[in-house]
């Protein structure tokens, strides 16, 4: 099977899909489109019309063999699918799963058949740090003058809604940046920090450029003032500092998982709380938040019970009528909705790839920078997801990060002078390449 793909060229150091696709995530709603009852935001317009041609090269084998991890992905889109028919019907199912389908799968095929070597996970890391970095220059007058420069800007220029009042946190504005809320601005900024220190600054202290960078990625997330960012950037604060220390130590990792272990030990002994009321009393900004994630928590768990195999669809969960419906759990969502089938393949995709890549030894220095970066960012982003919602942009995104971490499967080691070279290209020039 050929898979017939136009030539273009990278933009920014990366192919153009991409970056459209990176552009996408960052507008907000109101840079949208309704066709027949569905919202097609940029990144959805990119997916919509690049979804063929990416499962076309998938089959084709062109971009690396199909794998047990692209089985995994088709299978957690496919169960979706069937949970979402089973709740609404055939009709309504296929609408709704159609779109899944099409923000799962092709969010995943962007990473796996863009990001196939170092050279173009290294240009993908600078182009996503310099983006954080660059927002900076409009979100720090947000923070401290109460104005959302860009979200308000976008939305007036297209006719939608202004940024939503919320309360100020630690006496600064909580920055959207262009996205809809601080959470998403500050989840994608925090999920910038290990390709900002491992890939852009090389884990040296002396890379001042890079170091810059990696400061101005900690404090963009700082700025949105929202707990899941943070969360995601100190899970990515701790491993890498772990590794810095202990980075010659065979066996840190399984320490680490020991630690983690007896951690958890020793809370479920000595506290009259179970650890997972204890993690979100102490990773949320109030009293309130933590106590309604509980509640969450234990509705969503029992619906999951009563709904194992298919979910609910997007059908409402049983809670207390004073409870908002919105389910503040990523992963105990998937499970609500779509069965647990459909919750283990996705795990088994992102825990099964981490594994897999763990395993292979003897890969060059910067390429074991490149999996530090890739898998701690993933860690951070799946710890936090057990206290905030992956919606819309962060859903897309970090699906993509999964697949881009697949080159490291059956990459080949290239020249060292080729590794170094893809950090010195300017990050505005454009070289031509393929698509994919």
């Known amino acids: 099977m050929t898979a017939a793909l136009p030539r273009t060229r990278r933009l920014f150091g990366v192919p153009v899909v991409v970056a459209l696709f990176f552009l996408g995530m960052m507008l907000p709603t109101s840079v949208s489109v309704s066709a027949g009852g569905l919202r097609l935001s940029v990144f959805r317009v990119v997916l919509l019309v690049m979804f063929v041609p990416?499962?076309?090269?998938?089959?084709s084998g062109k971009r690396g063999k199909i794998t047990l991890f692209d089985a995994l992905a088709l299978g957690h889109a496919f169960?979706?699918?069937?949970?979402?028919?089973?709740?609404?019907g055939l009709r309504q199912g296929i609408e709704s799963g159609g779109i899944y389908i099409v923000e799962f799968l092709g969010a995943y095929l962007v990473g796996r058949l863009c990001i196939r070597s170092y050279e173009d996970f290294a240009?993908?890391?600078?182009?996503?740090?310099?983006?954080?970095?660059?927002?900076?220059?409009?979100?720090?007058?947000?923070?401290?003058?109460?104005?959302?420069?860009?979200?308000?800007?976008?939305?007036?220029?297209?006719?939608?809604?202004?940024?939503?009042?919320?309360?100020?946190?630690?006496?600064?504005?909580?920055?959207?940046?262009?996205?809809?809320?601080?959470?998403?601005?500050?989840?994608f900024s925090a999920s910038a920090f290990s390709l900002a220190y491992f890939v852009v600054a090389e884990k040296r202290l002396t890379n001042w450029r890079g170091m810059a960078m990696v400061v101005g990625v900690a404090l963009a997330t700082f700025l949105s003032a929202s707990g899941g960012p943070y969360v995601v950037l100190m899970m990515q604060i701790f491993v890498a500092g772990w590794e810095r220390v202990l980075g010659k130590?065979?066996?840190?990792?399984?320490?680490?998982?020991?630690?983690f272990g007896l951690v958890y030990l020793a809370i479920d002994l000595f506290s009259n709380r179970t650890p997972f009321h204890v993690f979100v009393t102490y990773f949320t900004?109030?009293?309130?938040?933590?106590?309604?994630?509980?509640l969450i928590f234990e509705y969503g768990s029992a619906e999951v019970v009563r709904n194992p195999i298919f979910g609910i669809g997007l059908g409402d969960w049983i809670r207390p009528v004073w409870m908002s419906d919105s389910m503040d759990n990523f992963w105990l969502l998937i499970a609500v909705r779509y069965g647990l089938p459909a919750w283990l393949m996705l795990v088994g995709l992102m825990g099964g790839l981490l594994w897999a890549t763990a395993q292979r030894k003897g890969l060059p220095e910067s390429w074991r920078r490149a999996r530090h970066a890739w898998a701690f960012t993933l860690f951070g982003i799946t710890v936090a997801a057990a206290t905030v919602h992956l919606w819309n942009a962060l859903f897309v995104l970090f699906i993509f990060l999964i697949g881009a971490g697949t080159w490291l499967l059956d990459a080949k080691p290239d020249a060292p002078a080729r590794a170094k070279a893809a950090l010195r290209k300017p990050i505005a020039r454009l070289v031509p390449a393929r698509m994919f």
């Not at 169960?79 to 609404?88: D, E, R, T, V």
């Not at 900076?136 to 860009?150: D, M, R």
């Open 54 to 59: 990416m499962v076309l090269t998938l089959l």
């Open 79 to 88: 169960w979706a699918l069937l949970a979402l028919i089973a709740w609404g």
């Open 123 to 187: 240009a993908f890391a600078r182009f996503f740090v310099v983006t954080v970095c660059v927002l900076l220059i409009f979100t720090i007058p947000e923070a401290l003058t109460s104005v959302h420069i860009l979200h308000d800007s976008i939305a007036r220029a297209m006719g939608g809604p202004m940024a939503p009042f919320i309360e100020q946190r630690m006496g600064l504005e909580r920055t959207f940046g262009p996205f809809d809320h601080p959470i998403l601005y500050g989840v």
């Open 249 to 259: 130590i065979h066996g840190r990792w399984k320490m680490l998982f020991g630690l």
């Open 285 to 294: 900004f109030s009293i309130t938040s933590a106590y309604n994630r509980i």
